[in-house]
């Protein structure tokens, strides 16, 4: 279903066609069901990664368009529209009440996914929300069985699933390279120190652990608040997970918030048979399958004028994938029970750091997780004021 471009434009349109852009005419793109969808909330996540995502897919035929936006700011409504089009409506309930969306893509802060998604499902639309899909597991909870009462599609955002060295990584596994992986390895180095640790970044390896090895059964977790100079104040700025799988598989996920701010830099191995792969900073892909090798590796084989982070990143991918179903002609590669189980790992890894113990999961009481791990923060000070 996903064609692997691996972000570049395909060597046959580059070099045998000539079109070394990827924009020539694609028939098969072209001939789908034009969708309209809207967005909540353009800020920063919005303006460098949705609208430019949706714009080069429009320019390589996919007929999709952000036909509406909401932004309660002003310089950011008049700004989107002038740049990208599409009717701005400050508030979001008059654009869902007046424009003719299929669906909707939550970019709103984290407070405000469960508000937004809930209206939009309420509303007709299918929708595709950031993640964390909310701020508690009882609201993830609702919105996902919402989505099933209307039955509309939920997708969460996981869009490194959507990225090529994940994808391909995936595929190894399910062919076999890397047969019923025994140990799994995440590396996550955030850097900055003015947003949660787990609930901003650590959460895209719980979903990829996931989406490589299957279900979490138990987790231990340990970390420390070492330079205590989160300006949040979040308990934690460095930890080490274990986790238990349930195919039997073990694996280590090692997070921090306190080394560079240059950018996020993420590391993921995975380990089988006499094999193993790497997938290294969402770029990189290496195979080792074969104890007289070679190495196989992919990444890119064109120079990065020619990269477009749009597709790299994922969110093609997952706009693509998100109109695709919406048609009905995909099934969602992510789902909104997929970004539960993304909070519901993060929730296991508080419950466990707050009480130094193994939990397991799933958890079974997702309301009293929800209480007992806010009550854990707020003692620690969170959220604190820079
Ligand atoms: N997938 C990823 O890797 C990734 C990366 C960055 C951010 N995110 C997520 O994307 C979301 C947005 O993050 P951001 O960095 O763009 O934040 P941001 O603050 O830059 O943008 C959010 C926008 O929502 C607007 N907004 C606030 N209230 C609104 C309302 N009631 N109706 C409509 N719009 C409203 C704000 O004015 C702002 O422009 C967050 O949930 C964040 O966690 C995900």
Redesign the pocket.
């Known amino acids: 279903m996903l064609e692997d471009t691996y972000g570049h434009t395909p060597v046959h349109k580059a070099f045998q066609q000539l079109d070394v852009y990827g924009i020539g005419y694609d028939e098969r793109r072209a001939n789908r069901i034009p969708i309209r969808l809207g967005i909540?909330?353009?800020?920063?996540?919005?303006q460098s990664k949705y609208f430019p995502a949706v714009a080069r897919l429009r320019m390589i035929w996919e007929p999709v368009e952000i036909a509406a936006f909401?932004?309660?700011?002003e310089e950011?409504g008049r700004k989107v529209q002038a740049i990208y089009g599409g009717q701005w409506y400050a508030d979001?309930r008059t654009m869902l009440a007046e424009a003719k969306l299929d669906g909707v893509i939550i970019?709103?802060?984290?407070n405000?996914?469960f508000e937004?998604t809930l209206a939009s499902l309420e509303s007709g639309r299918h929708v595709l929300v950031?993640?964390?899909i909310t701020g508690s597991l009882v609201d993830a909870k609702h919105i996902c069985n919402a989505a099933d009462e209307h039955h509309a599609i939920l997708m969460t955002?996981a869009?490194k699933r959507y990225s090529p060295p994940y994808r391909r990584a995936k595929q190894a596994i399910e062919s076999g390279s890397i047969h019923d992986p025994a140990l799994f390895v995440g590396k996550f180095n955030l850097g900055y120190d003015y947003v949660d640790l787990l609930e901003?970044g650590t959460i895209?390896l719980f979903d990829i652990a996931r989406y490589l090895m299957g279900d979490v059964v138990a987790l231990t977790a340990i970390g420390v608040n070492k330079y205590g100079r989160n300006r949040r104040k979040y308990p934690i700025d460095n930890a080490v997970i274990t986790l238990e799988f349930a195919s039997g598989a073990v694996g280590t996920i090692y997070t921090s918030a306190s080394a560079l701010n240059l950018k996020p830099w993420e590391r993921v191995e995975v380990y089988g048979d006499h094999a193993w792969l790497s997938v290294e900073d969402q770029h990189e892909l290496l195979i080792y399958d074969s104890e007289e090798g070679p190495t196989k590796s992919w990444r890119t084989v064109i120079p990065n004028t020619l990269l477009f982070d749009e597709e790299f990143g994922g969110y093609m991918g997952i706009i693509e994938n998100f109109a695709q179903a919406i048609r009905g002609n995909d099934q969602p590669l992510v789902t909104g029970w997929d970004g539960y189980r993304a909070i519901e790992l993060l929730r296991a890894v508080q419950l466990s750091l707050m009480s130094n113990s193994r939990v397991t999961l799933p958890l079974s009481d997702p309301h009293s997780a929800d209480h007992e791990v806010k009550a854990w923060l707020e003692a620690s000070g969170w959220p604190g004021k820079s």
Not at 70 to 73: N, Q, V
């Open positions: 909540i909330g353009a800020g920063g996540v919005a909401s932004e309660p700011r950011h979001y970019l709103s802060p984290d405000l996914h937004h950031e993640k964390p955002v869009n901003s895209h």
